[in-house]
């Protein structure tokens, strides 16, 4: 069927408009596209700028790697195209930059609590095993993931995370208050805190018991049920406690739900029973990292 415009030029003209229309509509999906990137990393970035406080020691020199970062992935068009996968390579990224050390390490008061403990003992720490160990437990990647982000096996950044535990369980060895009524239970608890080398500073079963312990001796840690024997709170124990001091709480309990009800500050630490002591292990690890009972 002949063509209505006639000839080659006809041909020609229809599929010019055609060549012409096209680089305007890839460029607006490159635009589309490039603005939803945009928007992915844009939701990390809290998170990255969080892992990069902790992980270079201050907020100004973790920011100045994050900007680092983020001027090389706009320079770089295959390294921004690689970051749509999500945490994971925008986290890989970000780990190569701050190896290069690149962005210097700018000098900077902590931020908080949190930033402050975590400084004081991430120093002892190797950087491999500090990323390990940050990428597990404050930034919750899983294994898998954390070794796509360094670049090693599963098995190595187990090893890793290993390493970081037993440096931090070596330098901050502390006397431990358990509130429980439970009489198994309290005795399971003192096994597995003398066991990773802390020291036993009371055990209570009431509210009352709790203030004559920390009396007596002024606790690093406290392990506390919220339901006690006499009918009183370890909510309201913990609560004495911090009057008088400051330590970090971890709280172990079989009704999660009544500390999560948005009426007050919920605890940062929180284990459920029937509980794994791996579980427990790790809470006051990482309790004891951060050196404070405030949220992150």
């Not at 986290?91 to 403990?117: I, L, M, N, Q």
């Not at 036993?200 to 009431?206: E, K, Y």
């Amino acid at each position: 069927m002949p063509l209505r415009d006639g000839g080659d030029g006809g041909a020609g003209n229809r599929y010019g408009a055609e060549s012409v229309a096209y680089p305007d509509q890839r460029q607006k999906t490159f635009e589309r596209s490039s603005m939803s990137l945009g928007s992915q990393i844009a939701a990390h970035l809290p998170f990255l700028r969080r892992y990069a406080r902790a992980l270079t020691g201050s907020q100004a020199s973790g920011d100045a790697y994050v900007r680092e970062m983020l001027e090389a992935a706009l320079a770089d068009g295959a390294l921004m195209e690689s970051l749509a996968g999500g945490r994971v390579p925008l986290y890989r990224a970000f780990g190569k930059v701050w190896a290069s050390g690149s962005a210097g390490a700018a000098a900077g008061d902590p931020a908080s609590e949190h930033e402050a403990g975590a400084q004081a003992r991430l120093g002892a720490i190797t950087p491999p095993a500090r990323q390990a160990l940050l990428l597990t437990t404050l930034e919750d990647f899983t294994i898998p993931e954390a070794a796509a982000i360094l670049e090693r096996t599963p098995e190595e950044v187990e090893a890793l995370v290993a390493e970081a535990i037993a440096e931090i369980e070596r330098e901050q060895t502390t006397s431990v208050l358990i509130i429980e009524d439970e009489p198994l239970i309290a005795m399971q608890l003192e096994d597995l805190v003398t066991g990773l080398g802390h020291t036993v500073s009371g055990t209570a079963a009431t509210r009352t018991q709790a203030r004559s312990a920390v009396a007596e001796a002024m606790p690093g840690l406290v392990l506390a049920d919220i339901q006690l024997a006499d009918g009183s709170s370890g909510l309201d124990a913990v609560d004495d406690i911090l009057s008088v001091g400051t330590m970090p709480v971890i709280f172990i309990t079989a009704y999660p739900e009544r500390l999560l009800t948005g009426d007050r500050p919920e605890p940062t630490y929180l284990v459920t029973k029937p509980f794994q002591e791996a579980t427990v292990r790790a809470a006051i690890s990482q309790a004891l990292f951060f050196g404070s009972t405030r949220p992150l």
